[in-house]
Every structure is written in C-alpha cells, then in structure tokens.
Nanobody, 121 residues
Framework: QVQLVESGGGLVQAGGSLRLSCAAQGKIFSIDGMGWYRQAPGKQRELVATIGSRGSPYYANSVMGRFTISRDNAKNAVSLQMNSLKPDDTAVYYC???????????????WGQGTQVTVSS
C-alpha cells in the first residue's frame, strides 16, 4: 500500500506564507495526478490545486495567483506554496495522490492524514 506523509501546516498571520509538503511512500509503480484539498469546519472538502503527471497545474479560483503547486517525481512528492494567506484559507489541508503499485494494477486514490492551516486576521 501507499502512505502519504504531510508536513508544513501551522499558524500564520493574514498576508503571510506557508509551504505544505507531501511524500508518497510504499509500493509505487507510477503516480498520475497529485493534489491538495481542504476542509474548513462545517464545510465540505474542496479542491485547492492539482498537478498532472506532466506537470500541468489546476487551481481553484479562490487560490489562483496566490498558491503554487509543484511536484518532484523523483521523490514522489508534491508541495503547495501558499502566499498572501487569508483567514478564509483556514482549514485542514489534505494531500491526494493517484497511483498504481504495478503495471496492470488499477489506479487508486490515497489521502494524507491532514495538516491544519490557521490564518489569523
């Protein structure tokens, strides 16, 4: 199986920056898409940003121009650089990876344990 190890959350003032990192570990043959989602209290989990296997990014409108997603295929890792943070960005952030353990295996989605990001006003 695959485990995702997240790091980088914390408390920051509005306007500040944080960087989230996520590394996939375990039996990995190939990784397709990687991404970040978030869930604020009382709200549904929402997509923040994704990046395809060839490096093409996609951003939610709410973070466009402030967040940057990147991936390191050699390390099976994905990062999210968050700048100009706002109180509305406060949430638990989850890493997501789609991978397969062997050539003929199906793609599977894996989730990290979540890391808290709190932005104070």
């Amino acid at each position: 199986q695959v485990q995702l190890v997240e790091s980088g959350g914390g408390l920051v003032q509005a306007g500040g920056s944080l960087r989230l990192s996520c590394a996939a570990q375990g039996k990995i043959f190939s990784i397709d898409g990687m991404g970040w989602y978030r869930q604020a209290p009382g709200k549904q989990r929402e997509l923040v940003a994704t990046i395809g296997s060839r490096g093409s990014p996609y951003y939610a409108n709410s973070v466009m121009g402030r967040f940057t997603i990147s991936r390191d295929n050699a390390k099976n890792a994905v990062s999210l650089q968050m700048n100009s943070l706002k109180p509305d960005d406060t949430a638990v952030y989850y890493c997501n990876v789609r991978s397969k353990s062997a050539l003929w295996d199906p793609w599977k989605d894996y989730w990290g344990q979540g890391t808290q990001v709190t932005v104070s006003s």
